[in-house]
């Protein structure tokens, strides 16, 4: 087998890839019987039920940086967090990351099961089982057990049935359908953080939590109903079950170390502006908390609209070309607008960080369907490179400037470097394909 190609990697049952879903598509079973073809409502219904799932999981991990502004304020309700800012992160940070680093065990049994309904299910009860609990925490691994553990395992088991399934159904307009999907992420943004800020300032830390939790449920359980394999879901080529296996062709790759590293490395430097815009500009710009929360919804508005568009956009210019200008933007908008910016300057990094920032994760997935086929983006490389995928008096506030500098510039040197990974992931595809294209 050579390693320009990804076709003939599952040709048989030993050659299926495992890291997640194992999905048969129309070109592998063209010669058994047809797919049955997808209804254009259920089309509707799944892409909706998407677009909310993604709306209430991802969006509560945005405004995570609303929740740890209070807990390392002087106010907060865990002992020894205050101005704890990394300890603190550290519980939004494992939360998000469970989510999408749970992948690598959550998709195997999606594999060997036709019970997704109940993984879904079983995802969204401990997704608010995590946040009902950590309303009664008092001490820093109270919250590392419940709003990351619990709350991390459990939206990793509720997002993947639907983000695994839902680009089976679709085929000329699978772009758009992923783009509104992972849409919702910003409005989440949008829509929680204003609305968590108040309810927090309102009601308190407690009850914040736990109406989170309650209203979690109310929406995931319609949800999960929703969600139902295609009848060839987990299938290999000769219509058997397959076995989930790590495709060793693929990894020795060049195309692969690379996204991976850059993957790895832009999904570790997205989630610090997100996290620490609520704090930055209520420690060291003096906004009142409210504008802290409503700045974060703005910057989740703009990247929701720019993952739309770089959607729309790649179509024209390539899918590649666009992941990697937002990359590398990302990058330098970082180092040029949030080092020690002031408002003005901090308020344009909101807006235009939203922008750069939204294209990579709307367009990873169609980027890795480009590369490696859809045959393999089923299979599971999708959701791998994704498991790689906030007032102060002046002396306090100027202390606190320099050790925000210090992420910024941690933030901007993953950004750009992830860049450059992915830039070299298209010099080695076109290399592999045997011909250079400028639209790709």
């Known amino acids: ?48 039920s998407g677009f909310l799932m993604i709306f209430h999981t991802i969006g509560i991990n945005f405004v ?31 939360g998000s990351g469970l989510t999408w680093s749970g992948g690598i065990f959550v998709n195997p049994i999606l594999a060997r099961t036709q019970r997704i309904k109940t993984i879904t299910l079983l995802g969204a009860f401990l997704m608010s089982l995590g946040l009902f609990l950590a309303s009664y925490s008092t001490r820093l691994w109270h919250l590392y057990m419940t709003q990351s553990l619990i709350y991390g395992v459990g939206s990793s088991m509720y997002y993947f049935p639907l983000m695994t399934i839902t680009p089976v159904y679709f085929d000329r307009h699978r772009g758009f359908a992923m783009g509104v999907v992972l849409a919702g992420a910003g409005v989440g943004g949008l829509v929680l953080a204003p609305v968590t800020q108040a309810m927090l300032d309102k009601f308190g830390i407690g009850w914040t939590l736990r109406a989170l939790g309650i209203w979690n449920l109310a929406v995931a359980v319609p949800i999960s109903f929703v969600v139902k394999p295609r009848a060839d879901f987990g299938l290999n080529a000769t219509g058997e079950r397959a076995r989930t296996r790590l495709n060793m062709s693929l990894v020795r790759r060049g195309t692969f170390l690379y996204q991976s590293v850059g993957a790895f490395l832009q999904a570790a430097g997205n989630i610090v502006p997100t996290y620490y815009l609520t704090l930055y500009s209520v420690s060291v710009l003096a906004y009142p908390r409210s504008t802290g929360s409503n700045l974060l919804a703005v910057n989740s508005a703009v990247n929701s609209i720019s993952r ?14 666009t992941l990697i200008t937002g990359v590398l933007l990302s990058g330098i908008s970082v180092f040029s607008l ?5 408002r ?71 950004l750009l470097a992830a860049g450059l990974c992915v830039s070299y992931v298209r010099f080695l595809d076109a290399r592999d394909k045997g011909k250079w294209s400028w639209r790709a």
């Not at 739309?308 to 070309?321: C, P, S, T, Y």
């Not at 750069?356 to 367009?363: F, P, V």
């Open 338 to 342: 949030w080092y020690s910016a002031a």
């Open 1 to 48: 087998m050579t390693t320009t190609t990804v076709a003939p990697s599952i040709q048989t049952p030993d050659d299926v890839e495992l890291n997640d879903l194992s999905i048969t598509t129309l070109s592998e079973r063209d010669h058994a019987q047809p797919l049955e073809k997808p209804t254009r409502r259920y089309q509707i219904i799944l892409v909706l």
């Open 344 to 414: 003005e300057r901090f308020i344009a990094f909101v807006v235009i960080y939203g922008i750069y920032a939204g294209g990579y994760n709307a367009l990873l997935p169609t980027t890795i369907t480009e590369i490696y086929g859809v045959e393999n983006y089923a299979s599971g490389l999708g959701s791998m490179f994704g498991t790689y995928n906030r007032s102060g008096n002046g002396g306090a506030a100027a202390a606190l400037q320099g050790k925000f500098n210090d992420v910024v510039v941690y933030d901007g040197v993953l």
């Open 308 to 321: 739309v568009i770089m959607g729309v956009l790649a179509d024209h210019v390539g899918r590649q070309n």
């Open 64 to 94: 995570f940086g609303i929740f740890q502004e209070f807990y390392t304020s002087p106010q907060s309700n865990i002992k020894g967090a205050a101005s704890q800012y990394a300890l603190v992160s550290l519980v939004g940070t494992l």
